[in-house]
């Protein structure tokens, strides 16, 4: 992480970072060094304490504002991106994530389980393809990265509760750092168990019975804190996308690093991007790391690079698991297979806004880089291996969607049918000419009552990848073949 740059010293211009110095705040020998940095700052300007008041034409400040400025002013400079979005999303105070609801209508943005049912369905087909692969293991965990509101895993368990030997052996593990998205996934799963009071700690509740499957339901903050003791399935739809990332760009100094500042008292905005006067720590580590996976010709063409190391871990950490006991792994998000220059958006209220206005009111996330999630399961020396990335039309076409479409539409009602098949060319179309306004509340009656009403919107078929990590020697997952 840098230290202590000097934030006066920069300047944004023309669309580019520039610093107002070409002067490196680091001596040559530390900006040359490859391993520890020592930097002697007893000759840097104290810059005075930020005002936390509100400033004529500036927006209002939030919470989180306050908060990113004390951090700035403690460290006397800069931040990094990966800080200022792990801080956005996930601070266990002011954090989006952390204390209200982000998803539908009323939220920010929409998921695939959010759409339609048969998302998950389709996703509990893929899981019990790979325990059959298994040879049916008697025990299974099932766990999922990010859970939303929980309705990607109750369609889930609802579509494979027929299969008893499937769903008798299966505990479930979630992956959740919201306490409020805690409570919401205990409600969408009809979790039964011991009074909230006793049922949970300060980080929410920790245990519970899936009813009516009988599955016992297990939330922790980390992939960590999961046991590694039984064959695995980990499912992370729309996860990784969240996760922090570091942007470089290139310059005649090197690679240079995109950084979190204060903005000056007349911009509208509290924070403004800069650039690094020379590399940084993270870019010495992260830069090569990278680039020095690509084929000759696509390295010589970035001019810039975003990169999500723990993103990368998360990979090597689910082969690891995958290769131990046996399993695999399902990533679905928005991304392609090389990296990208630059992908952070911020989005509220189902539209684009600026990525450093109203921190922590609006949804960040970045596109994801899926050959660096291979590079990821490579690095980690695990006896595993990746399949595609494919589109999320080929998984979901592969795994039968349009049979599960067809025997819905036979006992569905006009409303049912339209949302059905709304919810289908959403999650399978390519384009904005493939789906429908809903018309009137937009709502279903029985299992479909919950689901929100959308307008129309582009298809995620085409735009949402698919990638799974399995042992060498399994066989291809479904979906993933020729």
């Known amino acids: 992480m840098?230290?202590?740059l000097m934030p006066q010293r920069y300047n944004v211009a023309a669309g580019l970072l520039k610093p107002y110095s070409a002067r490196c705040l680091f001596s040559r020998t530390e900006c040359s060094a490859e391993h520890d940095i020592s930097i002697d700052t007893s000759a840097l300007s104290r810059p005075e304490a930020h005002n936390h008041g509100k400033l004529p034409g500036k927006e209002p400040e939030t919470e989180m504002a306050k908060h990113i400025k004390s951090i700035i002013r403690f460290r006397g400079g800069p931040i990094t991106l990966a800080e200022y979005m792990?801080?956005?999303?996930?601070?266990?105070?002011?954090?989006?994530?952390?204390n209200?609801?982000?998803?539908?209508?009323?939220?920010?943005?929409?998921?695939?389980?959010?759409?339609?049912?048969?998302?998950?369905?389709?996703?509990?087909?893929?899981?019990?393809?790979?325990?059959?692969?298994?040879?049916?293991?008697?025990?299974?965990?099932?766990?999922?990265?990010?859970?939303?509101?929980?309705?990607?895993m109750a369609d889930l368990l609802r579509a494979t509760a027929p299969f008893k030997p499937f769903i008798?052996?299966?505990?479930?593990?979630?992956?959740?750092?919201?306490?409020?998205?805690?409570?919401?996934?205990?409600?969408?799963?009809?979790?039964?168990?011991?009074?909230?009071?006793?049922?949970?700690t300060t980080e929410g509740h920790q245990t519970g019975t899936a009813m009516?499957?009988?599955?016992?339901?297990?939330?922790?903050?980390?992939?960590?804190?999961?046991?590694?003791?039984?064959?695995?399935?980990?499912?992370a739809h729309e996860f990784l996308d969240a996760l922090p990332v570091h942007q470089f760009q290139k310059t005649e100094r090197g690679w240079c690093e995109r950084l979190i500042d204060v903005a000056s008292d007349d911009s509208p905005l509290h924070f403004r991007l800069v650039l690094s006067p020379c590399p940084t720590p993270a870019s010495r580590l992260l830069v090569d790391r990278r680039l020095g996976a690509l084929p000759f010709d696509q390295k010589a063409a970035m001019k810039g690079l975003e990169v999500s190391p723990q993103a990368m871990s998360t990979a090597g950490d689910l082969a690891k698991r995958v290769a131990t006991h046996g399993g695999a792994a399902l990533l679905i998000d928005y991304g392609r297979n090389r990296p990208y220059?630059?992908?952070l958006q911020a989005i509220r209220e189902h539209q684009f806004c600026g990525l450093l206005e109203q921190p922590g009111k609006a949804d960040l996330s970045a596109h994801v880089d899926f050959a660096a999630i291979r590079q990821g399961v490579g690095e980690s020396?695990?006896?595993?291996?990746?399949?595609?990335?494919?589109?999320?039309?080929?998984?979901?076409?592969?795994?039968?969607?349009?049979?599960?479409?067809?025997?819905?539409?036979k006992t569905a009602d006009a409303d049912q049918a339209d949302m059905l098949q709304t919810g289908y060319l959403r999650l399978v179309g390519e384009g904005a000419s493939a789906t429908a306004s809903v018309q009137g509340d937009g709502r279903q009656k029985g299992e479909q009552q919950e689901r929100e009403a959308q307008p129309a919107q582009e298809g995620m078929g085409l735009t949402y990848q698919a990638m799974a990590i399995t042992t060498e020697d399994a066989p291809v997952p479904v979906a993933f073949g020729e």
């Open 86 to 98: 792990s801080e956005v999303l996930t601070n266990p105070q002011a954090g989006y994530y952390i």
């Open 212 to 235: 009516p499957s009988g599955v016992q339901v297990h939330w922790h903050r980390s992939l960590h804190e999961v046991p590694d003791d039984l064959p695995t399935v980990c499912v």
């Open 381 to 409: 020396q695990a006896a595993a291996t990746c399949h595609g990335p494919i589109s999320q039309r080929q998984l979901l076409q592969g795994l039968g969607i349009e049979a599960r479409l067809q025997a819905l539409l």
């Open 100 to 152: 209200r609801d982000v998803f539908g209508t009323d939220g920010d943005f929409t998921t695939s389980p959010e759409i339609s049912q048969l998302f998950g369905e389709m996703i509990g087909i893929w899981c019990l393809t790979v325990w059959q692969q298994l040879g049916s293991p008697r025990k299974m965990r099932l766990v999922e990265l990010g859970p939303g509101r929980g309705t990607l």
């Open 341 to 343: 220059p630059t992908s």
């Open 2 to 4: 840098l230290s202590r």
């Open 168 to 200: 008798s052996g299966l505990d479930v593990h979630l992956v959740e750092v919201s306490k409020f998205l805690r409570l919401q996934q205990w409600d969408k799963l009809h979790c039964h168990g011991l009074p909230a009071s006793t049922a949970s």
